[in-house]
């Protein structure tokens, strides 16, 4: 519902808090690195963001249902006050969805090089994956606000891709809890 700027910003606040939390894992592996921390905090640390990015998948899932439900009301509005009004509500919650994201340990895989490479270089690569981040995630975003602004199915939309995203946080929370399921033919 919002304009493709708009849906942008939103989308490099998330990509934001993401590299936020990627800054925090880069620092943790720096410190590991350098010797000051020991790894016997990793496995801890993997379960238990795994867990949170699990839980955090199926809130925002039933948070998608729950404005999916309002989406009748609003489809073809272009309302500056709502758009204000959703920001802020929209703001903190976004930033700090991406800094739990961000601290997924699946994200070491974009920091890691920075720590085999020069100190230059390394500062270069960060702010590679920092901004790649913030304007992928903002021109996805972007993308999505326009392709389905003015779509009579963004219901239909929102409720598949909240679907999705609560299957995947359960599936995900359960794995970091050790709970494997099997599928059919494996």
């Not at 929102?158 to 995203?165: P, Q």
């Amino acid at each position: 519902r919002r304009t493709p700027w708009a849906a942008f910003g939103l989308g490099a606040l998330w990509g934001s808090g993401h590299a936020t939390g990627q800054l925090l894992i880069g620092l943790g592996c720096l410190a590991v690195h350098v010797g000051i921390v020991k790894m016997a905090w990793a496995p801890a640390l993997g379960q238990a963001s795994g867990l949170l990015i699990g839980l955090s998948l199926v809130a925002i899932g039933l948070l998608g249902f729950h404005e999916s439900r309002g989406f009748d009301k609003t489809i073809g509005t272009d309302s500056e006050d709502s758009e204000l009004s959703e920001r802020g509500r929209f703001g903190w919650a976004t930033y700090a969805t991406g800094v739990l994201h961000g601290l997924s340990l699946d994200a070491v895989i974009f920091i890691t090089p920075a720590l085999a490479l020069p100190r230059l270089s390394a500062a270069f690569h960060v702010l590679g994956v920092v901004c790649g981040g913030l304007l992928s995630m903002g021109a996805y975003t972007s993308l999505l606000s326009f392709l389905c602004r003015r779509n009579p199915r963004l219901q239909i939309i929102s409720a598949g891709a909240s679907s999705v995203a609560i299957l995947l946080g359960i599936m995900i929370s359960l794995a970091s809890l050790g709970v494997s399921i099997r599928l059919p033919g494996h």
